[in-house]
């Protein structure tokens, strides 16, 4: 009898099973929406050229590919932590871990979470990311939804977050996005997230920041503002951090863990069982993704330039917005699109149901997540025509 003969299919991953149908698709006006991937003015996504630029300087003087420690490169713990903490006095308990990707940091505090904690319920907005629910299930942990997205009005239901947070069990945890919100591009205010923090604060709460579009929004500094507010108000942190995006450097796997405690002595004990839930998965982390971040962000130039791509990253996806929006208003649709130029980061919900999400799909090539969701870096100067002529006919 063969052992796996009793297994059934998975469904395929909403989202990279999108972008199979897209490449089977011999539509040559075919637009891809789905993934989150950044796409240039071109459609392309290209590799930063600081990146070839710290990469060729780590060919040159890299003497080794011996393994890292079990939470990664030290000093890459310390650049990318102050990332997120630039002009913020921070807590006396902080610990830094390199893993892979952004992903990989989700996973293991969920892991520790489910093993150092007491299996807490995991609060997430709704919607989230759809991998979120999915990583903290299957380390065991129970997720539960808190109110976010008002699709009546394409805008942030800050008195239903505020009032969903402020229920949340002692015990339980919050996870946040701490910038450019996927799948609505919708972030709340400084002033609201002084708000989130000040409930966090006084229930007491564990919070989970995921930021992996830092730099996509307003700019480093400007993005950074959760996070911020969060440690001014003494919340205590797990931050997600991914460098996918910001870097290009997706399938390089490069992400950090970032706890911030209120204790010394307890981000020590929690660091050491970081490091065994690290151990028993995948030992320690890879090297060169990481290894290109170090360099870019330990040199004065390098980073520099770093910025300067980011920033030019950001005005083709702000600037894109605006455009789309126009062009949607202009063809006359019917509907109020400016809700994109108000969002932040590559995503937006489109408000268009599956019905006309599917139409789109098959009839004009045009491929978006079942819910509406569009990575606005899918459209370019060329191909922008072609999806608001098709937008509007389908919403006609
Ligand atoms: C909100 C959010 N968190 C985390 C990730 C994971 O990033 P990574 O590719 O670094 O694992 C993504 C990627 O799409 C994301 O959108």
Not at 65 to 70: C, Q, S
Not at 317 to 342: H, Y
């Amino acid at each position: 009898m063969p052992h796996f003969a009793a297994i059934s299919v998975a469904p395929p991953d909403p989202i990279l099973g999108l972008t199979e149908a897209f490449k089977a698709d011999p539509n040559p006006n075919k637009i891809n929406f789905g993934v989150g991937v950044y796409l240039d003015d071109k459609g392309r996504n290209t590799t930063l050229q600081v990146v070839k630029a710290a990469e060729q300087r780590l060919w040159e003087a890299e003497p080794s590919k011996n393994y890292l420690p079990i939470a990664g490169d030290a000093q890459y713990g310390e650049l990318t932590r102050q990332l997120l903490t630039e002009g913020v006095s921070v807590p006396p308990g902080q610990a830094s871990l390199q893993t892979p990707g952004g992903t990989g940091a989700l996973r293991v505090v969920a892991d520790f979470l489910a093993h150092n904690l007491d299996r807490p319920t995991v609060w997430m907005p709704g919607p989230t990311w759809p991998n979120h629910p999915k990583v903290f299930n299957t380390a065991g942990l129970p997720t539960k939804t808190y109110r976010y997205f008002d699709s009546a009005h394409n805008s942030l239901d800050f008195e239903g977050m505020l009032a969903d947070l402020q229920n949340v069990p002692q015990g339980d945890v919050v996870l946040l996005h701490g910038c450019c919100h996927n799948p609505t591009g919708i972030d709340p205010t400084p002033a609201q997230w002084q708000q989130i923090a000040q409930v966090l604060k006084d229930r007491d709460l564990l919070g989970i920041v995921d930021i992996a579009y830092q730099g996509f929004g307003d700019g480093l500094h400007e993005d950074a503002v959760a996070v911020r507010t969060l440690l001014e108000a003494h919340v205590e942190l797990l931050v997600c951090q991914s460098f996918s995006k910001n870097f290009g450097l997706y399938n390089e796997r490069v992400g950090a863990l970032h706890l911030f405690s209120s204790e010394g002595d307890s981000a020590h004990r929690a660091l050491s069982q970081l490091k065994v839930i690290v151990r028993t998965n995948y030992s320690n982390p890879p090297a060169h993704g990481a290894l290109v971040v170090r360099t870019i962000l330990a040199d004065d130039q390098l980073r520099q330039q770093w910025q300067q791509e980011l920033a030019g990253m950001r005005a083709r996806i702000n600037g894109i917005r605006s455009q789309f929006a126009e062009a949607l208003n202009a063809a006359g649709v019917g509907r109020d699109f400016s809700f994109l130029t108000r969002q932040r980061g590559m995503f937006s919900l489109t408000g268009l149901n599956l019905e006309q999400v599917d139409r789109l799909r098959r009839e004009d090539g045009l491929y978006m997540v079942g819910n509406g969701r569009i990575n606005v870096a899918g459209l370019t100067p060329s191909n922008l025509p072609i999806a608001v002529k098709a937008i509007a006919r389908v919403l006609s």
